[in-house]
């Protein structure tokens, strides 16, 4: 498999991993175990505290650029150091063949931190927007590349509808243009080229200027240490989504208080 165009390949997965599971739960079935769920905990509010940048720390065991980054993958000690540490929010990776994730993780890990929960993975269908509410997601990951604007329109009403929050993710200007269009409140600057996997921290730097100030701004992608942090505070931003420098960290919780200066 080339390197070339990583997104193509995880879509390719996700579409047939979609239609089995939508065999299995159709979705006026899904919508029906919606009743009576608990209701998402508040993230936009979690994630844009004035004066201070707010942390949403991942929690994926792999990633198609590094392979598998932590071998002794522990979910349950990984959510209970992030809690003890105090981050706003945490991103729990679903996506099963190329980052080692599974829907389940979501409840496990509310089961033990307190704040709320963002899915990241590859949503393409209204479907998987109910399924991530189900799953008991308070947020998702919707990214801009895959997307068209009639799909935001119609994902982020459906969010609308279900009390979750939403970030939309971009990583570059017409990505950007496109969301800024639709008036979405939290936009995800990503370093990472989703395409050729590359990071280039300059993407935050050329995009940043051009989002208007009363979005909230979560840079992803690329932050290893607390300069970088110190730059983005700078900048303004209003949080960061910080996966594989936690993940490759023996002590989870020093590393993140040491990265976020806490």
Not at 42 to 59: D, V, Y
Not at 67 to 83: D, M, P, S, T
Not at 128 to 148: F, K, P
Not at 159 to 183: A, F, P, Q, T
Request: with cysteine; net charge neutral.
């Amino acid at each position: 498999m080339g390197k070339a165009d990583v997104l193509k390949d995880i879509v390719a997965k996700k579409k047939e991993r979609l239609a089995l599971a939508m065999q299995q739960l159709g979705l006026d079935d899904l919508k029906a175990k919606l009743v009576g769920l608990p209701a998402p905990r508040p993230f936009k509010e979690a994630i844009s505290k004035p004066r201070q940048i707010s942390l949403i720390a991942e929690i994926k065991q792999a990633s198609p650029s590094k392979g598998v980054i932590r071998q002794n993958f522990n979910l349950q000690e990984i959510a209970q150091a992030y809690q003890d540490a105090g981050v706003q929010a945490i991103s729990v990776l679903t996506e099963e063949d190329f980052f080692g994730g599974n829907p389940a993780y979501i409840n496990e890990v509310k089961n033990i931190f307190t704040g709320p929960v963002l899915r990241k993975d590859f949503i393409l269908e209204s479907y998987q927007v109910y399924e991530s509410r189900y799953l008991g997601a308070d947020a998702i990951l919707l990214i801009a590349d895959l997307l068209t604007k009639e799909k935001f329109i119609e994902f982020m009403g459906i969010c609308d509808e279900l009390g979750m929050d939403y970030i939309v993710e971009v990583h570059d200007e017409k990505e950007l243009k496109k969301v800024l269009s639709l008036k979405v409140p939290i936009v995800g600057i990503n370093n990472r080229n989703l395409r050729t996997l590359e990071v280039d921290f300059k993407t935050t730097e050329k995009l940043f200027t051009l989002v208007p100030k009363d979005k909230i701004v979560v840079v992803e992608s690329g932050i290893k240490s607390s300069q970088d942090i110190l730059f983005l505070k700078i900048l303004g931003a209003s949080a960061v989504l910080i996966g594989t420098t936690f993940m490759e960290s023996v002590d989870i919780k020093a590393k993140v208080e040491g990265v976020m200066g806490w």
